[in-house]
């Protein structure tokens, strides 16, 4: 003979079932929710994938040799800017400085200090992990060969000796007094300065680059919304040289 009870759950009389039926009960739940599962799962791989980020290349222990000269196209969010590298005024820096931007360094990077009539500054990856990785690869200094840190020349900060890594300035005007300080440029801003100029300044030195460090763009993109940013930065080909002709 079946009996009722109340259940614990306050259930109404009536509602306590036999043993048997509670394990029917149950395994249908469960072939219900196993069937539900797989066909989440098949409707998951159906869904096209989220694309990836474009993989950073790292940094080689010492920079690859690259091009006596060389120019890079920077397209940012205020427009489009060219820096011209010479090879010889510094290097190592221009050679990291190639491999940092055929490695796509520099690309969603953010003018993250900019001190007007001084300079604009970047180079901290917006991932934390990138960012890392390359900070870890410093390079020697290079000997100063008389190219002065003039309006819109490029160069690597530091924190002293031998300690330059991806953080780089553009002077916006003529500070020569940094030559003496040990910071070598080593590229000219060739076309497009007046873009530089015109980069974000209403945040001059307020983004703290220990925030950046460890949380990238994450950290930029809530504190900072209108901070300008690189879109792309390439070297650019090389035009083939005309031939000359004889009449």
Known sequence: MVTTRQ???????????????????????????????????????????????????????????????????????????????????????????HEAVSGRFFDECRFFRVVPNFIVQFGINGDPKVQSRWRRASLRDDPGVGKTNAKGTLTFATAGPNTRTTQLFINLK?????????????????EGFSVVQKI?????EKAQQGAIQSDGNAYLKAEFPRMDFIKTARVMKSKPAKKVTKE
């Open 7 to 97: 259940g614990t759950d306050n259930k109404p009389e009536g509602q306590v079932m036999t043993g048997r039926a509670k394990w029917t009960r149950w395994m249908s739940a469960g072939l219900v929710l196993c069937l539900a599962v797989v066909l989440l799962g098949a409707a998951d791989e159906k869904k096209p994938s989220a694309k990836s980020s474009v993989s950073v290349a790292l940094p080689k222990p010492n920079p690859p040799k690259g091009p006596e000269s060389y120019r890079v196209k920077f397209v940012t969010s205020g427009g489009d800017f060219v820096v011209e590298v010479t090879r010889k005024f510094a290097p190592i820096g221009a050679d990291r400085f």
């Open 200 to 204: 974000n300044a209403e945040y001059g």
């Open 174 to 190: 003529d500070n020569a007094f940094l030559d003496k300080l040990g910071f070598t440029p080593f590229g000219t801003v060739v």
